[in-house]
């Protein structure tokens, strides 16, 4: 077909092993002359044709060498004849001295230099399955997650992320599902450094890590940076799950008191670590190394009284609580509920301290569902004291990430006006009778994210 004519050869279909020179194709390609011409004068009437590939110039110096003459490339799926020009862009290039006379259609050699991965991988891996449709970069690391029909290309993919991705020395596949108390995963290299240990910048932040113990995905970069948008200087954050702190550290830096948690002793390490890379001052961030439970009903609630009976809570102040395990994160909700057992912190009634949680729902009704997670979990509607239901991103066809925020109000933080929790299986039962008014089987499993 002519759209393979700008494509790798055929013949690596199946390749296993990288080899380099199978690569090598020769194609007819069209060429225009330009002589000693004004090449910026040309360009704007042919650059909309030229032949664009890796590692590829569409201008290129002439055959003649000794006067400086130039040649263009143009893509021969576009342009197989100097009338395929537009009348237009003929015109001025015959006014610039380029007529018909110096279109040719010469022989160009195509090597592995000159096509990208993603074309790589579409020729080399089988037709009828799914391929790589993308990838993570983290530092100097990059990220895949293989399925099982790939394993067996698995050498040659991590030798082509290794050649073309720009600053790459290392490439790992996954190869367990995430660890459910640490959230990280184990993983394979498949080329490069044996160097896990890498740094990343982020939201005006660098951060230091070693990807093999903590768990980091760059997808929610932009995550990390609406919520580190909401606060100011003066407000306060509880990050419950704070990792090795892409929400802690950015608010620290502009002066948010963070009380900053995480169970995994190598996130509290590099939580630690990022402070001082980032010069946080410690007046603006606390760390521990907790059970989340354990942090919510002991120090976040004991820093919350504090700051309360101090009157060091700044009435323009808001407080923000982040629970950034999305597999989890609901299961921890029912801490809040009936947190605070006496009325003697009437003052809190005011300060409706604002969670923001996130989860997977994995059905048709994840908006819904992540509400009824919620709901669920902590023991208490939500529906008056939500602000957003957000979705952050698509994890897989069937499998979405969402962030819920709402309002911890009195009702909750005194445990008034609870209901009977339910089970997950049953909210999400109601809800597909709701929506269709019959009672449907379904499911919300808390699965782990996946980084492809």
Not at 153 to 182: H, M, P, W
Not at 227 to 234: H, P, Q, T, V, Y
Not at 300 to 324: A, E, G
Request: aromatic share 8%.
């Amino acid at each position: 077909m002519e759209s393979m004519l700008l494509m790798p050869p055929k013949s690596v279909r199946g390749m296993t092993e990288l080899d380099r020179n199978k690569f090598n194709k020769s194609i007819k390609v069209p060429k225009l002359e330009l002589g000693n011409s004004n090449t910026s004068s040309i360009v704007p009437y042919i650059k909309k044709y030229f032949l664009k590939m890796e590692n590829l110039k569409p201008i290129q110096n002439g055959n003649n060498t000794s006067d400086n003459s130039k040649t263009a490339l143009l893509n021969p799926l576009l342009i197989k004849n100097w009338v395929d020009i537009e009348p237009t862009s003929r015109e001025n290039l015959v006014a610039l001295g380029v007529n018909e006379k110096h279109f040719k259609i010469e022989e160009l050699i195509l090597t592995y230099d000159n096509w990208r991965p993603d074309e790589i991988f579409k020729s080399v891996l089988p037709l009828d399955k799914e391929g790589i449709s993308s990838f993570s970069k983290i530092g100097h690391i990059v990220h895949v997650n293989l399925k099982d029909h790939l394993l067996p290309y698995k050498t040659l993919i991590g030798q082509v992320l290794l050649d073309k991705v720009k600053a790459c020395r290392t490439v790992v596949n996954k190869i367990e599902s995430i660890d459910t108390t640490f959230r990280f995963f184990k993983m394979e290299i498949l080329c490069g450094e044996d160097n896990m240990q890498c740094q990343v910048k982020e939201n005006h932040c660098r951060f230091e890590f070693d990807f093999s113990t903590v768990y980091w995905n760059p997808r929610l970069c932009t995550e990390h940076e609406r919520i580190s948008n909401m606060l100011k200087e003066g407000d306060i954050l509880y990050d419950v799950f704070a990792g090795v702190g892409p929400f802690a550290i950015p608010c620290a830096k502009k002066k948010v008191v963070v009380l900053a948690n995480d169970l995994n002793p190598n996130s509290y390490k590099w939580l630690n670590q990022n402070a001082k890379l980032n010069k946080i001052n410690e007046h603006y961030l606390k760390t521990f190394n907790k059970d989340g439970r354990d942090f919510i009903v002991n120090d976040l609630k004991n820093d919350l009284v504090k700051r309360l009976k101090d009157n060091s809570v700044d009435s323009s102040s808001r407080i923000h609580i982040t629970m950034n395990l999305p597999a989890l994160a609901v299961e921890f909700l029912d801490a809040f509920h009936g947190l605070f057992s006496t009325e003697d912190l009437f003052d809190i009634k005011a300060l409706n301290p604002l969670v923001h949680v996130y989860c997977f729902a994995q059905n048709d009704f994840s908006k819904k569902i992540a509400q009824e997670r919620m709901e669920n979990h902590l023991g208490h509607p939500i529906d008056k004291n939500l602000c957003e239901l957000f979705h952050v991103r698509n994890v897989s066809p069937k499998k979405d990430m969402w962030r819920v925020s709402f309002e911890l109000t009195s009702d909750i933080l005194f445990g008034k006006n609870s209901k009977k929790r339910k089970s997950t299986t049953e909210a999400i039962t109601d809800t597909k009778k709701n929506c269709h008014g019959t009672k449907e089987k379904g499911s919300n499993s808390s699965e782990e994210e996946q980084s492809v």
